[in-house]
């Protein structure tokens, strides 16, 4: 059975770091893209970016791009999602989700729990 | 900055049919934006249905189904059933990214 794990929920204040993570399972996990999706507070779905765990090739959403660092380890078939100082307009909920090569593009299919971070002085 | 967009809300009665869209601000949609579809109820994730203009993931109901229509990708549910009240999203691919639209409240009364 494919399962994303997402870790827990964060509390945070503005200015400080914070890695999330999404640990697969049920399938090889180098082989399929992991891709983060925000949605902050009663607002729709946010493509950010996504990873290919087998050679970390990594694309980023424009509106992401050098805000947060998406990252994976193979190893332990865990993706991340980082940011390194916390802005209050970052709380929302992260979620992580599987992406299966096809002959286009690669698509969507198994979702973790989501990551609710709220960030608070 | 390239705009996907749905209809904000839409109403169908049960047993009904509906068809919720999914325009680019960029042109036409075509099966090259790969369109896909995701269903969200209230205080869940995303659960993926369609994928690449019409392909049903394993899961998805067969009254689900996906389509081009008028330059736009559509999501028509026919025979809509009470469980079917949710948020629908797309999603379009723009050359190395995507972009969600803006999403489609679906009510059914």
């Known amino acids: 059975e494919v399962q994303l794990v997402q870790s827990g929920a964060e509390v945070k204040k503005p200015g400080e770091s914070l890695k999330i993570s999404c640990k697969g399972s049920g399938y090889s996990f180098s082989s399929y893209w992991i891709g983060w999706v925000r949605q902050m507070p009663g607002k729709g779905l946010e493509w950010m970016g996504i990873?290919?765990?087998?050679?970390?090739?990594?694309r980023y959403s424009p509106s992401f791009q050098g805000q947060v660092t998406i990252s994976a380890d193979k190893s332990i078939s865990t993706a991340y999602l980082q940011w390194s100082s916390l802005k209050a307009s970052d709380t929302a909920m992260y979620y992580c989700?599987?992406?299966?090569?096809?002959?286009?593009?690669?698509?969507?299919?198994?979702w973790g729990q989501g990551t609710l971070v709220t960030v608070s002085s | 900055q390239t705009v996907v967009t749905q209809e904000p809300s839409l109403t169908v009665s049960p047993g009904g049919t509906v068809t919720l869209t999914c325009a680019s601000s960029?042109?036409?949609?075509?099966?090259?934006?790969?369109p896909n579809w995701f269903q969200q109820k209230p205080g869940q994730a995303p659960r993926a249905l369609i994928y690449?203009?019409?392909n049903k993931h394993s899961w998805t109901p067969a009254r689900f189904s996906g389509s081009l229509l008028g330059g736009r990708a559509a999501l028509t549910l026919s025979g809509v059933q009470p469980e079917d009240e949710a948020e629908y999203y797309c999603?379009?691919?723009?050359?190395?990214?995507?972009?969600f639209g803006g999403g489609t409240k679906l009510t059914v009364l």
């Open positions: 990873i290919y765990p087998g050679d970390s090739d990594t």
């Open positions: 999603l379009l691919y723009y050359g190395g990214a995507q972009v």
């Open positions: 989700a599987r992406l299966t090569p096809y002959s286009g593009y690669p698509y969507f299919d198994y």
């Open positions: 960029t042109g036409a949609v075509t099966s090259g934006y790969y």
């Open positions: 690449s203009t019409s």
